[in-house]
């Protein structure tokens, strides 16, 4: 990564700005094509906030994916940091007015608006080469809701989710539900019978690296008792009073039995 980003942003031993920008605005496209959109969103940010006194046209259309990819991961548009240049944050949104009304309808949390801005606006997002990325907003706008619901019921029926996440049908309600278990956003099961669904927590793995690091820690520490109790055991053993009272009793016990006869205590009285 850092070998490849010095290699395209030093030639003819200067530093070539113009290939700094595009490093990280095609670096943000292919992490968007691959859908690993934190980092594409990390890429585009860095071409965004590269110091400047004017807004470039590379940072013109890196702002507007920023925009899209913050929609598709966080559902809201991210504030850009304070380090950003002052220029850069004062011209960039008013230069990106159809994606400001994208973000604006996304906010209503209804489908159909920002459908509607996606229509209204799609020779400007067709233009900017971004329509795909728009469809993937309005398609999320439908899984967001649905995430918003598994917060509110735990039971729902399909009928009932379609209408009001703003679906054409149950159906459709149940395909978007069974992409969103395959991708790992939600966790429920489909009752066909009855059209119903149930949603559940998030199931732990333990396998996160807190976990791990949790699991790892508990280990040393009952490695280290087991080693503590080890060591009490061998210092008791050579104790000299413990090792008297041990003879002492074993003693007695040898002098009882040779009285009996070998035989117990029990059933004699004095």
Request: hydrophobic content about 40%; aromatic content about 10%; glycine content about 6%.
């Amino acid at each position: 990564y850092d070998r490849a980003l010095y290699i395209s942003c030093h030639r003819n031993n200067g530093f070539d700005v113009k290939m700094f920008l595009l490093y990280y605005y095609y670096g943000g496209m292919i992490y968007t094509g691959i859908k690993r959109y934190d980092r594409a969103l990390f890429f585009f940010e860095m071409a965004v906030t590269t110091p400047a006194q004017a807004v470039s046209a590379i940072m013109l259309e890196a702002y507007k994916k920023f925009i899209l990819v913050s929609l598709l991961l966080h559902g809201k548009v991210i504030t850009l940091p304070k380090y950003t240049s002052g220029v850069v944050g004062r011209l960039l949104k008013p230069m990106c007015a159809p994606y400001n009304e994208l973000t604006t309808a996304y906010a209503t949390n209804s489908t159909a608006e920002v459908q509607k801005v996606a229509v209204k606006c799609k020779s400007n997002f067709t233009k900017d080469t971004n329509m795909g990325l728009v469809k993937q907003v309005v398609a999320s706008r439908n899984r967001k809701n649905i995430q918003m619901l598994t917060k509110t019921f735990l039971t729902l029926s399909l009928a009932d989710m379609a209408n009001r996440v703003q679906l054409s049908s149950p159906r459709e309600a149940e395909e978007c539900i069974l992409h969103m278990i395959e991708d790992g956003e939600i966790f429920a099961t489909i009752d066909h019978q009855n059209g119903m669904v149930s949603f559940r927590d998030k199931p732990e793995t333990f396998s996160d690296e807190r976990t791990v690091a949790m699991v790892d820690s508990q280990i040393h520490q009952c490695m280290d008792l087991a080693k503590r109790i080890q060591k009490m055991d061998q210092d008791m053993s050579v104790n000299p009073q413990y090792v008297k009272k041990t003879l002492g009793v074993q003693g007695d016990e040898d002098i009882a039995l040779s009285v009996t006869g070998g035989r117990s205590l029990e059933g004699y009285s004095m």
